[in-house]
């Protein structure tokens, strides 16, 4: 009896360990946006013209990726990012510590950047197109060119705050300019670097998508737009969807990264 007492409490809450999981986990939220969407939509407390359910967006996107067409947006448009994203990376950061490094391009160029960072960069969106076209390149262009600033401002940053106490001792202890790049300013500085192309990344998806729909044939940003003019809104949503799984995942990959490069400084605060 007592046996059975206790395989029926080991039954219970083994039971409520998943149902905490679903309650109290971090992604809990999102279920719960997904099942107001579906009973409000169900329930014609919106029409379904201005919001589908979330079921049938599910049904389009099954529909979207067996047909193969999500795999061919999802593709251009993931190449665009990369190959953007990547580049302003590698000259912003390049860039940005020259700059903190090197007094005469800080002169030179500081007050460009103060000049183009206010500047809205879909702006440049229509320049770019007459200039490079509606394929890849004015999509890459404009995801370089809205992203390297930001990238180019935290490296700065980041470069001009590393402690003096810190560059003053390496050097005293025989350290050459080139090793101390490497091994003093650049770890030094990754905090702030990496945050700012954190930031670039979300803005680059904003970019790529605000392209896609002005001039394109493929992409996320443009299958969004297609369906939407023609009339298929569940399409639409899903189309959405990919994109908000793409920079989700996206977000989460870099956060992972930025958290492996930087343990030594997590360890140095334990």
Known sequence: MVAGAGRSGHLVSAWRAPARVLLLGRYSPILYLVLAWEIVTASGVIPETVLPRFS?????????????????????????????????????????????????LRDLFEPLLRLLFPLPKSALIPILIVWLGIGHASKVAVIFLGCILPVIVSSFNGARGVDHHLVWSALTM??????????????????????????ALAVSFVLLVSSEMLAGNTGLGFLTYFLGEGGDFAGMFAAIFTLTLLGFLADRLYLRLMRRILVWQREGQE
């Not at 990726?65 to 999500?70: A, V």
């Not at 650049?186 to 702030?192: C, F, G």
């Open 174 to 199: 025989g350290t050459g300019r080139r090793k101390l790049l490497w091994k003093v300013i650049i770890p030094a500085a990754l905090p702030d670097i990496l945050s700012g192309t954190r930031l």
């Open 56 to 104: 049938e967006v599910m049904a389009a996107w099954g529909r979207l990726i067996l047909s193969g067409d999500l795999h061919v947006h999802a593709a251009s448009s993931v190449w665009r990012e990369v190959a953007g994203f990547s580049l302003s990376v590698l000259f912003g950061t390049t860039a940005g510590i020259a700059m903190a490094r090197f007094r005469l």
